[in-house]
T-cell receptor
Framework: NAGVTQTPKFQVLKTGQSMTLQCAQDMNHNSMYWYRQDPGMGLRLIYYSASEGTTDKGEVPNGYNVSRLNKREFSLRLESAAPSQTSVYFC???????????FGSGTQLSVL | AQSVAQPEDQVNVAEGNPLTVKCTYSVSGNPYLFWYVQYPNRGLQFLLKYITGDNLVKGSYGFEAEFNKSQTSFHLKKPSALVSDSALYFCAVRDSNYQLIWGAGTKLIIKP
C-alpha cells in the first residue's frame, strides 16, 4: 500500500539548473497538490490539480511549473533554480468529497 | 484575512502529563479545521478534523481537539503524553477557495 510516492528524496542543484520532482499516487484520487515547507512558515501551496488535465496556481507559484500527466502522476518542474527555492517539497492527494490529505515523504532540495 | 495562528513554537511536557497545543483561526463562514502531525523526515499525517457537530473531536493516537467558536480556537489535547508523541504539529483551516491555510507548526517535546 504505497500511497503517495515522491522522488527524489534529496537533491542539490546549482543556481540556474533545472529539475523535475515526481509524484505518483495509487489511491485513485482526483486532487493532487504541491506544497513547500519552510521553517517557521508552515506549508504553502505551490500548485494544485483538481482532476486530470487541469492545474491551478496556489499561493507561491512563481518559478515553478506543473504537469498532471495522468490521474496518478503530478510533477513539479523548476526551470531555473534559485537559492530562494531551497526548501522541503511535499506532494499530497485527496479523494473526492473527502477532506483528508495524504502526503508523500518529501523532497529536500538545496539550491547553491 | 483568513489565517491560522499557532502561538507556541515549542511545547515541552513531561511524559504522563496532559498536553495542549494551541491553534486560533480567522475565516469567513463556518470553519473546517484540521490537525496534522509530522514525524522527523516524514510527510504529514492526518490526526483529526472538525466540520460540524460535537465541539470535542476525537482523532488518531488518543488525540482530541476542542472547537470553541466564541474564542475562534481549535486546541489539540491529549490526557497523558507519550515520548512517542514528540513531533511537529500543524493546524489548518479550509479557506473560501477550498484550499488549506496552514499554521507555522508547533514542536512538541515529551520528556521521559
Amino acid at each position: 500500500n504505497a500511497g503517495v510516492t515522491q522522488t527524489p528524496k534529496f537533491q542539490v542543484l546549482k543556481t540556474g539548473q533545472s529539475m523535475t520532482l515526481q509524484c505518483a499516487q495509487d489511491m485513485n484520487h482526483n486532487s493532487m497538490y504541491w506544497y513547500r515547507q519552510d521553517p517557521g512558515m508552515g506549508l504553502r501551496l505551490i500548485y494544485y490539480s483538481a482532476s486530470e488535465g487541469t492545474t491551478d496556481k496556489g499561493e507561491v507559484p512563481n518559478g515553478y511549473n506543473v504537469s498532471r500527466l495522468n490521474k496518478r502522476e503530478f510533477s513539479l518542474r523548476l526551470e531555473s533554480a534559485a537559492p530562494s527555492q531551497t526548501s522541503v517539497y511535499f506532494c499530497a492527494s485527496r479523494g473526492d468529497r473527502k477532506e483528508k490529505l495524504f502526503f508523500g515523504s518529501g523532497t529536500q532540495l538545496s539550491v547553491l | 484575512a483568513q489565517s491560522v495562528a499557532q502561538p507556541e513554537d515549542q511545547v515541552n511536557v513531561a511524559e504522563g502529563n496532559p498536553l495542549t497545543v494551541k491553534c486560533t483561526y480567522s475565516v469567513s463562514g463556518n470553519p473546517y479545521l484540521f490537525w496534522y502531525v509530522q514525524y522527523p523526515n516524514r510527510g504529514l499525517q492526518f490526526l483529526l478534523k472538525y466540520i460540524t457537530g460535537d465541539n470535542l473531536v476525537k482523532g488518531s493516537y488518543g488525540f482530541e481537539a476542542e472547537f470553541n467558536k466564541s474564542q475562534t480556537s481549535f486546541h489539540l489535547k491529549k490526557p497523558s503524553a507519550l515520548v512517542s508523541d514528540s513531533a511537529l504539529y500543524f493546524c489548518a483551516v479550509r479557506d473560501s477557495n477550498y484550499q488549506l491555510i496552514w499554521g507555522a507548526g508547533t514542536k512538541l517535546i515529551i520528556k521521559p
